[in-house]
């Protein structure tokens, strides 16, 4: 097996990078969701290759891709997709869009569980579509948080106007990989209200130690037949300026609906984000193996500093995803990421974003060099201790 090196971060100078671009150049940039390290060999082979051929026209599927889509969901998780459920997007939050676009109508609910990652609070307002927020429940024990899923509170949010429940498994930021038990009582609440499914499961394969994912879909052919799951090779494999996500579809109206949807947006992918995603989707569990054991480690050695060195502070210990969550709230700093930007030149990103249950907290991107990681929580501690 090929050694693959996550110890150390790749200089992105030059490249425009949003991350490290966004503030100066003094700030350590631990925000936004991508990670600092290359991608696996066989991407960039692929990519290579498809730069041999020099015209790149407009390009609105790949039965390949689909099928390696389908393939991996069915090696992964036992789901068996047909390749023709699938729709190619360019990205997930434009799949977000499309989902509440196309089900219900103006004014209709969306029911979302808060703190979340914010496009879902977006997408609500874009379309003209009832934020219906179901908060997830927070445990504390100590200095460590967890967040569960309350059936009753889902219930509580629902209206005669909900139409879809949009979820987000695993779940930014909680970092939470759902219980088969929790996705059952999502699907129950679904089936008794008949709401649509949207399933954001982007972080799917960015699970961590033992952790396990389940898609939501995958639960039961009637819940199979209510649901819009969305995928994408980005987050894992680290080419999301590529471009290139997928909503699996069973229900062939439905199907359409978004079809038209994404023809009538102009939500088309690009050529290399097709080839890209479909090399990840072959060829790159070695690299993500090597990738996840080192972002167990990163986690563990973020927890354990949140709980050695920075008192009063509350952190996740994600099951999934390279992003852990932090209150705050406790040594009372109202809004974090702005206090840690000036304090401490990191730059996090502010929970109040992420919708309600968010004030307070700040989330904070793991997926880089455990030096960098150290460094960051260094200058963490260090402005808390010298406000
Ligand atoms: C839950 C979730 N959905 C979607 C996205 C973004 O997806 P894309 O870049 O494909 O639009 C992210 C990025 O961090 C995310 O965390």
Redesign the pocket.
């Known amino acids: 097996m090929p050694v693959y090196d996550f110890t150390q971060n790749v200089d992105r100078s030059g490249t425009h990078s949003v991350k490290w671009t966004m503030y100066g150049e003094d700030v350590l940039p631990m925000w936004?969701?991508?990670m600092e390290f290359g991608v696996p060999p066989a991407i960039m082979e692929a990519l290579r290759a498809r730069l041999e051929h020099p015209v790149f026209g407009y390009q609105e599927d790949s039965p390949s891709l689909r099928a390696a889509i389908a393939e991996r969901q069915a090696a992964r998780y036992g789901w068996q997709v047909n390749p023709d459920w699938i729709v190619l997007?360019?990205?997930?939050?434009?799949?977000?869009n499309l989902v509440a676009h196309v089900v219900g109508e103006r004014g209709d609910g969306v029911v979302i569980t808060p703190p979340?990652?914010p496009?879902?609070l977006h997408v609500c307002h874009l379309h003209d579509r009832q934020q219906q927020d179901a908060p997830l429940t927070l445990h504390r024990e100590g200095q460590l948080m967890h967040y569960t899923l309350d059936a009753d509170v889902l219930r509580a949010a629902i209206t005669e106007r909900s139409r879809l429940l949009l979820f987000?498994n695993?779940?930014?930021?909680a970092g939470r990989t759902f219980t088969r038990e929790e996705l059952l009582q999502v699907a129950a609440v679904a089936e008794q209200h008949n709401l649509i499914l949207g399933s954001?499961e982007?972080?799917a394969e960015l699970t961590l130690g033992e952790s396990q994912h389940i898609p939501l879909a995958s639960l039961a052919p009637e819940i199979e037949a209510r649901s819009i799951t969305?995928v994408?090779p980005?987050?894992a494999f680290n080419i999301?300026g590529l471009?290139?996500?997928a909503a699996i579809i069973p229900d062939a109206e439905l199907r359409q609906k978004l079809r038209m949807a994404k023809f009538g947006f102009g939500a088309l992918t690009n050529n290399l984000g097709y080839v890209a995603a479909e090399a990840a989707f072959r060829h790159g569990d070695e690299w993500l193996t090597a990738l996840l054991a080192q972002l167990t480690i990163n986690r563990d050695m973020m927890v354990e500093f949140v709980q050695t060195h920075l008192p009063g502070v509350a952190v996740t210990r994600p099951q999934a995803?390279y992003?852990s969550w932090l209150d705050f709230r406790e040594i009372g700093i109202e809004k974090p990421a702005a206090f840690f930007l000036e304090k401490a030149k990191v730059a996090l990103n502010e929970g109040e974003t992420f919708g309600q249950g968010g004030a307070g907290f700040a989330r904070l991107n793991f997926g880089c060099s455990p030096g960098m990681l150290m460094e960051g929580l260094g200058r963490l501690e260090q402005a808390i201790q010298t406000r």
């Open positions: 936004v969701a991508d997007l360019p990205g997930l939050v434009a799949g977000l979340i990652y496009p879902f987000c695993p779940h930014n930021p954001d982007i972080h969305l994408a980005s987050k999301p471009g290139c996500a995803t992003l």
